[in-house]
């Protein structure tokens, strides 16, 4: 009889060992490792995928076993799970009811154009489907975050909605200093706002000159529209045609005043801001100064004197 229960002790030791090392003990991958769970996934699929990953020890019938034993009877979340080095059954389990999925992110830097919003998505291989077309300026720049196996159309959706929203809470809020009267106006001219600086400090001044411009009827001239019909808001690399300045297309204000006939970019928050709240300032004119941002001038006089300091540097610098 000592024996037989010594047997059985033995027994019972032994499973409570392998129940710990199947679900309570660590894994057996070195990790990290990341797991994709599919909507709709249930403990018996997610066990098959884990035994097939080399997630866990032993079968995939045992862990279910184990799962349903000793693991919460919540649902299992799908996405994108990055499971730990040495991280056991039972915490594996955890994660996938409980965790956060992997977010990754989706950088719309200021003033991309639409063209480059769509190859990003297209190059991207976490996303799925189709891009779908995106109007230019319709997007909010900004970093988005998406799972894995999201769909490019609901990723781009959602960047519509954030311009949106933004766009609805700055409108109501505007003064009336620029003669634009709607709202596909104002992300116009804010899209030639973010093309033409780089210095965040500017942005008011050089709408301010543009609203001052249009107030008057007088021509915006501004180089990035004559770009836009080129490249689609690309880089050029190269100078501007002189054939590029003379086009009549719809874009170039050199040739026609007032604004073209949509945005050029995709501004962000401070551009539109920028645009919606100008700067007070008489200045019409304004000119590279060397440093990254401009020199302004409320005269034709002033602007050639600004243009004369801009070329000597480039002299002295040896770019021309």
Known sequence: MRRLLLVAAGLVLAALIAIYVLWWG???????????????STISSVARKLEKQGAIPGTAKTYYVMARLFGSHDPIQAGEFEIPRGMGGAAILDLLQHGKPVQRLLTVTEGMPAIIVGEKLAANPYLTGPTPPIDEGSLLPDSYGYQRGESRAAVVQRMQKAMTKTIDELWPKRSTDCPISTVEQAI???SIVEKETGKPAERPTIAGVYCNRLRIGMKLDADPTVIYPVTKGKPLGRRILKSELNADNGYNTYRRSGLPEGPIANPGKASIEAVLHPAQTKAL???????GGHAFADTLAEQNANVAKWYALRRQRGEM
């Not at 660590?26 to 709709?40: A, C, M």
């Not at 004119?285 to 440093?291: E, I, K, R």
């Open 26 to 40: 660590p894994g057996p991958r070195p990790g990290p490792q990341t797991v994709v769970i599919q909507e709709g």
């Open 188 to 190: 116009t001219l804010a």
């Open 285 to 291: 004119y304004f000119v590279a100064d060397g440093t």
